[in-house]
């Protein structure tokens, strides 16, 4: 028997990638690296967390900013892009026991360079705490904030990023939907038909749209401003969500998670900063905030949805302006994957 676990289920670790002076974050670093700061001392009061840095330069700059190593482990390599929640393993169970899957990457439709990136994966193996991890190499393109796990049996996902003929050209809904019923244990997956907000370049990660908070409830990405671009697309998403069923063919409870003010970068293009892009670990949900009076509202409606997890406020709209933000740049693993880390 094949399962994907839930985010809410216990972890041994969350991995993040450092960004590096020669990345992406180049005019804006050290705000960038400051909001990576907050995250891996915050994380590593509830688990470890493992970091992939550039070099030994690089790993000893990220200590100077951390000061201590308590529950961290670093490993060197290089990558073209930190957004490790499309690049990294994802985590199956097979009769109780952890597997690392390992699926293709294509720098999301091809826009990007990513070669290091897909590669990124078997460069982790040789390295603690992944040495004796069990793993397996699968020819299909998936990234991780495009699929959503209830724990059970049920997928959340988008048609405009999964059907897309960037990915898995030449396949079909069921090719796919097959494809995600093998490898990852489901029974049934459901399809969203909805665009990206402005700015993403995932072709709607799910990630960024509608979460599973448990095995009945969905916060999703909400507008209620009539003038604003995603406002007549949203609602649509909000009706296909109301319209979704439970295993036992109940409604799902929805939350909802309206959209910060928009956002812009230097060239005026908008940038997708939303409160779907949360981060469960053991114990606490960090959820991205940004300066902005509907942090209260989202940072309210998700305490409500995790009422054992302390809710933190996470500082992105540095992360934002690459187009990602807090659950795109970290990846979980499950308890069993890493026993000695976990805590």
């Known amino acids: 028997m094949i399962r994907f676990p839930a985010e809410w289920e216990k972890q ?33 009061q509830y688990q470890s ?46 009769d109780d026991q952890p597997q690392l899957l390992n699926f293709r990457f294509n720098g999301w439709g091809n826009k990007y360079p990513h070669h290091e990136d897909n590669a990124l994966n078997h460069k982790l193996l040789p390295h603690s705490p992944f040495q004796d991890a069990s793993h397996k190499d699968i020819d299909f393109i998936l990234e991780g904030g495009s699929v959503e796990s209830d724990g059970m049996d049920t ?34 997956v459901l399809w969203l038909d909805q665009d990206n907000l402005a700015g993403d370049d995932t072709d709607a990660h799910i990630d960024t ?7 009945t409830t969905i916060a999703y990405t909400s507008c209620e401003d009539a003038h604003d671009r995603h406002y007549h697309s949203l609602k649509r998403m909000e009706a296909q969500l109301q319209a979704f069923r439970t295993p036992s063919k109940e409604r799902y409870q929805l939350v909802d998670l309206p959209l910060p003010k928009p956002i812009y970068d230097e060239e005026g293009q908008r940038l997708p900063a939303n409160y779907a892009n949360f981060l469960i670990i053991n114990h ?17 409606r998700l ?14 709209r540095p992360l934002v302006h690459q187009y990602g933000s807090l659950h795109c740049m970290t990846m979980q693993f499950p308890e069993k994957v890493f026993l000695k880390h976990c805590s």
């Open 12 to 44: 041994s670790a969350v991995l993040i990638a450092w960004p590096h002076r020669t990345g992406d974050f180049t005019g804006r670093l050290e705000s960038v690296e400051e909001t990576y700061a907050f995250i891996a001392k915050t994380i590593t």
């Open 49 to 94: 967390v493992i970091i992939v840095c550039h070099d030994d330069s690089h790993q000893q700059h990220i200590k100077s900013l951390l000061i201590s190593d308590h529950n961290i482990d670093y490993i060197q390599a290089t990558v073209n892009d930190i957004w490790v929640r499309d690049t990294v393993f994802l985590t199956v169970e097979i």
């Open 155 to 188: 997928l959340l996902t988008t048609k405009q990023c999964l059907l897309n003929p960037n990915r898995n050209k030449g396949l079909t809904q069921y090719d796919i939907e097959q494809q995600l019923l093998v490898h990852l244990g489901a029974k049934r």
């Open 209 to 215: 749209l509608a979460r599973f908070c448990s095995a």
């Open 284 to 300: 606490a949900v960090l959820v991205p905030v940004y300066d902005d009076p509907m942090d209260n509202v989202a940072i309210e």
């Open 303 to 316: 305490a409500g949805c995790f009422a054992n997890h302390k809710i933190i406020s996470t500082p992105c």
